[in-house]
């Protein structure tokens, strides 16, 4: 973890990165480091045109969308927070619970991506309103402040004092506002380097040198403590505020704001990911590779590396998401990815596919793009509705659920910010370049413009509907160049065809590289490539028996129904982004049966007359499922859908189903008596239910979340209906010496003192509810858990608010 002296050298506000790479192999050599030292750059968004395409049209719905959010209902709590008197009411959902001011952020990106890759003026206008009024909160704070965390000045003041009481989710009673703050720091940034807002860059830099004075009395050991409570990507800002300013104390502040007990692990790629909140991790290794590529620093590099590779390799499933719950999955064991209706969350995807950019510009392995196609097709892309606008927060895997869909007026998800900037940048890394070579890394229709060579690319292509693209090239003057084209990974070996101008090139280099076409190209010249696209399976990382279908690089799904549907578009609730509606029992759904189990997509067949459409009828049971069409995941909506599928012999198939139908039996019965459930530990459900907390902690143990505390902790649980009539609390076996009281609405319901040692098993115990309290009506309980004096309370693994089974 040694910290580089930052040179004294001119950054101009690029995002690029330098190739630094140990070995760089590319068309069959390889390069060393001191051979390869060109830049390795993105053309800016402006200069990369889409053409007709589900992408465009996903920019263009996704234009809409934004345009019908109003500026001053986002920029209200900036200006409460600096005395000044809100335009317009805030938004609800979380943008008035805690998380104030966090998608005004994410919408300076989104109106600076729209406006660069489209052109389009009401963005603009948009963005410099933004900024105008940024500027005026920024003055009107006076210390280079701007932010809208609900009492910002109280809370920074006891920072500065090194007043810290950190939880995962929380900071001093406030609901995670450095990583809201990162939002806004990313959202100057982009201003200025994406849409080239002068106007934003000093606002940036004050806003900057705002932390540098609220940190400066902090110790290390104290700066560390802060960077307990989620932070985002703070540590990648500040690196890019020194790039842009090329002063050292701002890389300073980058690596002060590096979390070690991340870092370090990876570091010596130890393995800690398990149970960890997947999207509080990812931007913080962002900024490991933001400051390593600035600062050449090779440790931090590596740490990002291995943290990719671990992330991509064992805990992502076939759309290209991760985590359950938001959480990362046990690598050993993924049936929770199956049996949760909280599947992979998009904003991890959205950070991944920037972690996978960066490495890219680093290295130039193809592996990094291969994964950011799958992501960008099979998860980002599906996660907007085409047509109505809407993004969606949690995509299940679990076979016969389904998504929902945020909608302007109500929902503020992170998701809903990360959404809004997703579908504006399709164009960033489709292509890439240095001095003389040109990088084509994916097949979407596009043009591009590289005006420093007076070259024009036209990419013309109906992929993935058809196996072929071609390049028309638009030069003023002959010229030399190597253009780089993708070797697919999901094209076999030997099935890649190029032409040039109609003459066949010999392809030498296999799958997962770049073909190297050195020339003198002309006006005119083109260049046609055949993309054979096959039908594969991919297991789950665990390798379970379930299996999903691809073809190519593509997800393949199955619509089940659309009944019973609750939510499809959210509502302004805190719980409104998870599908709640009903859970079809798994023994319900379709399986792959067959004993021919090693390829099981060769029984897959394209379905004639249609495009990109397959039956699996040969496979597929029980027989009411044979009908099932399975057509690229990005194109299901508003349906319920299967994508992995458990793959069984006729043998084993009455044995699963048996056991899926028992296990399914005691949960129906536990989901119907069950009025509403907090898992401890976990950000999601935590702050969906309010948690306050003094003196707690949290952990994971055999895959389980816990929280407890030598001091208390409480969550607000919902009964709309009042239907409350027990508490049900899940420990563990082996805590002891542990004595607490729980309180339901400051009534003491219960004092605790555990002494014994159950052994190494999950418990749960009921409590009945006061009739007192019952009596009330209350639509709403505050459950709380605290301490006796000297003691701690047992860990917490669930909390449940019960009605009594039926007798």
């Given at each position: 973890?040694?910290q ?13 990165l ?10 069959g ?7 390869s ?8 968004l402006?200069?990369v ?6 992408f ?7 234009m ?6 109003d ?7 900036f ?6 008197k809100?335009?317009?009411?805030s938004?609800?959902n979380?943008?008035?619970t805690?998380l104030?001011g966090?998608?005004?952020g ?9 406006y660069?890759?489209t ?27 701007i932010g ?21 989710f ?6 995670v506002p ?16 994406i849409?080239?807002r002068?106007k ?12 540098l004075e609220?940190?400066?009395k ?9 960077l ?16 842009i300013t ?8 980058a ?9 370090e ?7 800690v ?12 290794v ?36 991760n985590?359950?719950r938001?959480h ?7 049936s ?5 209706v909280q599947g992979?969350?998009t ?5 991944m ?12 392995d193809?592996?990094?793009i291969?994964?950011?196609?799958q992501g960008l ?10 047509e109505k ?5 949690f ?9 929902v869909?945020?909608q ?7 998701c809903?910010g ?13 292509y890439?370049?240095t001095?003389?070579?040109?990088f084509?890394?994916?097949?979407i229709?596009?043009t ?8 024009k ?11 072929t ?18 070797y ?7 099935e890649?065809e190029?032409?040039?101008?109609g003459e ?7 799958p997962g590289n770049?073909?190297s ?13 055949k993309?054979?696209?096959h039908?594969t ?11 999903a279908l691809?073809?190519?690089?593509l ?9 019973d549907?609750?939510g ?14 009903k859970t ?19 029984l897959?067949?394209k ?25 690229p ?5 508003e ?16 044995e699963?189903k ?24 976990e ?34 649980l919902?009964?709309?209906?009042s239907?409350?009539e ?34 190494d ?24 858990f605290e ?21």
């Amino acid at each position: 973890m040694k910290q580089r002296i930052f040179k004294d050298r001119s950054f101009p506000g690029s995002r690029f990165l330098l190739v630094f790479s140990a070995l760089l192999i590319l068309n069959g050599f390889v390069a060393t480091a001191q051979e390869s030292q060109e830049k390795l750059m993105l053309f800016p968004l402006q200069d990369v045109q889409l053409k007709k395409s589900p992408f465009k049209n996903a920019m263009l719905v996704d234009m809409d969308y934004m345009l019908e959010l109003d500026p001053d209902r986002l920029l209200a709590p900036f200006l409460r927070e600096a005395g000044l008197k809100p335009k317009a009411e805030s938004y609800t959902n979380w943008e008035n619970t805690g998380l104030d001011g966090h998608t005004a952020g994410h919408y300076l990106t989104a109106l600076s991506l729209m406006y660069a890759s489209t052109r389009n003026e009401e963005a603009s206008a948009r963005l410099d309103y933004m900024l105008e009024e940024l500027k005026k909160v920024q003055q009107a704070n006076g210390n280079g402040y701007i932010g809208g965390v609900p009492g910002s000045k109280k809370l920074w003041q006891e920072i500065a004092k090194g007043e810290i009481n950190a939880g995962s989710f929380s900071l001093n009673d406030k609901w995670v506002p450095l990583y809201n703050i990162h939002k806004t720091y990313a959202g100057l940034r982009d201003a200025y380097q994406i849409a080239g807002r002068e106007k934003a860059k000093p606002m940036l830099v004050a806003f900057t040198d705002w932390m540098l004075e609220v940190t400066s009395k902090l110790s290390e050991e104290q700066i560390q403590k802060l960077l307990i409570s989620e932070h985002g990507g703070l540590n990648e800002v500040f690196a890019d505020v020194a790039e842009i300013t090329g002063d050292q104390k701002y890389l300073d502040l980058a690596y002060s704001f590096s979390q070690k007990t991340l870092l370090e692990p990876l570091e010596k790629e130890r393995d800690v990911l398990n149970g960890m909140h997947a999207n509080t991790q990812i931007p913080k290794v962002i900024g490991f590779e933001a400051i390593a590529s600035l600062d050449q620093n090779k440790d931090y590099h590596e740490a990002a590396k291995y943290f990719w590779d671990n992330v991509v390799k064992k805990r992502t499933v076939a759309i290209g998401g991760n985590s359950v719950r938001e959480h990362f999955n046990p690598t050993d064991d993924f049936s929770t990815m199956i049996s949760d209706v909280q599947g992979p969350e998009t904003c991890n995807t959205y950070n991944m596919l920037k972690l996978s950019k960066k490495l890219f510009l680093a290295e130039a392995d193809e592996k990094y793009i291969d994964f950011y196609e799958q992501g960008l097709y099979n998860h980002i892309l599906s996660s907007q509705h085409p047509e109505k606008g809407g993004f969606v927060y949690f995509t299940p895997m679990r076979p016969g659920h389904y998504r929902v869909y945020s909608q302007p007026e109500t929902s503020f998800w992170c998701c809903v910010g990360s959404g809004i900037e997703n579908h504006g940048k399709y164009n960033e890394l489709i292509y890439a370049h240095t001095e003389n070579d040109l990088f084509v890394n994916l097949f979407i229709p596009s043009t591009l413009n590289w005006e420093e060579k007076g070259l024009k690319l036209t990419q013309e292509t109906a992929f993935p509907e058809e196996e072929t693209t071609s390049f028309l090239i638009h030069t003023k003057a002959p010229q030399q160049l190597n253009l780089k084209l993708r070797y697919p990974r999901w094209v076999s070996p030997g099935e890649l065809e190029i032409h040039v101008n109609g003459e066949p090139i010999k392809i030498n280099i296999a799958p997962g590289n770049y073909i190297s076409l050195s020339r003198n190209w002309k006006d005119g010249d083109r260049v046609d490539i055949k993309l054979p696209i096959h039908l594969t399976s991919e297991s789950l990382p665990d390798g379970s028996n379930y299996k999903a279908l691809k073809y190519g690089p593509l997800i393949l799904a199955a619509k089940t129904g659309n009944e019973d549907m609750e939510g499809l578009f959210a509502d302004a609730s805190r719980g409104g982004h998870i599908a709640a509606g009903k859970t079809i029992p798994l023994t319900e759904m379709p399986y792959f049966l067959s004993d021919k189990t090693e390829n099981i997509e060769n029984l897959v067949k394209k379905v004639p007359g249609k495009k990109l459409t397959f039956s699996a009828a040969e496979v597929l049971y029980p027989a009411g499922y044979r009908d099932l069409e399975f057509i690229p995941f990005y194109k299901v909506h508003e349906s319920r859908y299967v994508m992995y599928l458990p793959l069984e012999t006729i043998k084993g198939i009455k044995e699963i189903k048996e056991k899926l139908k028992q296990q399914e039996k005691e949960e129906k019965i536990l989901a119907a008596m069950t009025i509403d459930k907090v898992f401890p530990g976990e950000q999601q459900p935590e702050a969906d239910h309010f948690i306050k907390s003094e003196n707690s902690n949290m952990g994971v143990n055999q895959d389980r979340h816990w929280r407890d505390a030598t001091g208390w902790f409480s969550y607000v649980l919902q009964d709309q209906k009042s239907e409350a009539e027990e508490l049900r609390v899940t420990y563990y076996g082996t805590d002891r010496n542990r004595k607490f009281k729980i309180l339901i609405e400051g009534i003491i319901i219960a004092e605790e003192n555990f002494k014994d040692d159950k052994g190494d098993i999950f418990y749960t115990k009921e409590y009945l509810l006061p009739k007192k309290l019952m009596k009330q009506h209350r639509k709403e309980l505050t459950i709380r858990f605290e301490a006796a004096e000297g003691s701690s309370t047992a860990g917490i693994y669930g909390v449940r608010l019960m009605k009594t089974e039926k007798k």
